[in-house]
């Protein structure tokens, strides 16, 4: 019997297997393209939010108040804001606020102009301002402290040529955090108080980064942080707070951080505060979300804030 020829296949052609080749790479090329064209998108949007309007004035709470405007220390924005007269003469310290990212100059959630009426009728001045690419100020861009430091060091230069004294700041959220670098930079300020700061810009975005953008923290974090320094030319790695307090130290700072917060884990001010226990301070309420322990433990915070800038009173600047 003839044995059955075995069946053999015809090779597959190669330019088969090389158009399946080209056609996976160029699904993996596609998909790079997409996730870098939405990283982008992501970190424009991020760095260039929509204005918070102004909604209140210190007319409708009765406090007499001046329009300023003024220069950033980098001398390319005009910001804008107001001066808050202290009800007795002299005043016994200038208190220059800086408001959180999205923001302006009220910072509706912590009751800003709440606090500042309070402020000035406990003697002393009040300077609220909105950062560059905030309310009714210039510029562009949102750098969530890189810039934003300059802006508060143009307010530091306008309290100075306009209202000689004694300065403190009083930082919410991205204020806070820029309270801290500024202060490390200027020796004229005497003391801060930090509500709810983040510690550090880039580590604070690697953990939270997916809950601002909506997207997964990979591949999209490290793609955002790797494309903002060449899109915007801001470096978050130098918006390091938790350098920044070993230049304040000695000067006093007042932390101000709700257990509940949701936005900046608490955690973010117990690293900066357990440095210098000596000199920081740490008041840690419960039951409020980001920001919002003023509006919350109004009675509370005031008692402390104004304790704090008590003691302020009697210290004069550090010289250069």
């Given at each position: 019997?003839?044995?059955?020829?075995?069946?053999?296949?015809?090779?597959?052609?190669?330019?088969?297997?090389?158009?399946?080749?080209?056609?996976?790479?160029?699904?993996?090329?596609?998909?790079?393209?997409?996730?870098?064209?939405?990283?982008?998108?992501?970190?424009?949007?991020?760095?260039?939010?929509?204005?918070?309007?102004?909604?209140?004035?210190?007319?409708?709470?009765?406090?007499?108040?001046?329009?300023?405007?003024?220069?950033?220390?980098?001398?390319?924005?005009?910001?804008?804001?107001?001066?808050?007269?202290?009800?007795?003469?002299?005043?016994?310290?200038?208190?220059?606020?800086?408001?959180?990212?999205?923001?302006?100059?009220?910072?509706?959630?912590a009751e800003a102009l709440k606090l500042s009426k309070t402020l000035v009728d406990q003697g002393y001045n009040v300077l609220m301002f909105d950062f560059r690419n905030s309310g009714e100020s210039g510029g562009d861009v949102t750098s969530v402290g890189y810039l934003e430091k300059y802006d508060l060091l143009g307010a530091v230069d306008w309290m100075n040529a306009n209202h000689p004294g004694t300065i403190a700041l009083h930082g919410f959220s991205m204020g806070a955090t820029t309270a801290l670098i500024a202060a490390a930079e200027e020796p004229s300020i005497v003391g801060i108080v930090a509500d709810s700061p983040f510690n550090h810009l880039t580590r604070y975005l690697k953990e939270n980064l997916p809950v601002w953008s909506h997207l997964p923290n990979f591949p999209f974090t490290p793609l955002i942080l790797g494309i903002l320094p060449q899109l915007t030319g801001i470096d978050p790695d130098q918006v390091d707070g938790l350098s920044a307090v070993d230049r304040v130290y000695p000067r006093p700072i007042l932390f101000i951080h709700s257990t509940d917060d949701h936005s900046v884990?608490?955690?973010?001010?117990?690293?900066?505060?357990?440095?210098?226990?000596?000199?920081?301070?740490?008041?840690?309420?419960?039951?409020?979300?980001?920001?919002?322990?003023?509006?919350?433990?109004?009675?509370?915070?005031?008692e402390k804030v104004l304790q704090f800038y008590s003691r302020l009173e009697q210290h004069q600047p550090q010289q250069q």
């Open positions: 019997m003839r044995p059955t020829p075995a069946i053999t296949r015809a090779p597959r052609p190669r330019s088969s297997f090389k158009r399946k080749g080209l056609w996976g790479a160029s699904i993996l090329i596609l998909l790079l393209i997409a996730c870098v064209g939405v990283s982008v998108y992501v970190g424009w949007k991020l760095t260039h939010p929509v204005r918070d309007t102004l909604k209140d004035t210190p007319e409708a709470h009765g406090i007499h108040f001046e329009q300023v405007e003024f220069q950033s220390r980098t001398n390319d924005v005009t910001l804008k804001g107001w001066f808050l007269e202290s009800e007795s003469s002299p005043a016994k310290l200038n208190i220059i606020m800086a408001h959180g990212y999205r923001k302006n100059r009220l910072q509706a959630d884990p608490y955690s973010n001010s117990e690293t900066m505060w357990a440095k210098h226990p000596d000199r920081f301070e740490l008041w840690k309420p419960s039951g409020a979300d980001h920001v919002k322990s003023h509006a919350v433990h109004p009675k509370e915070y005031e």
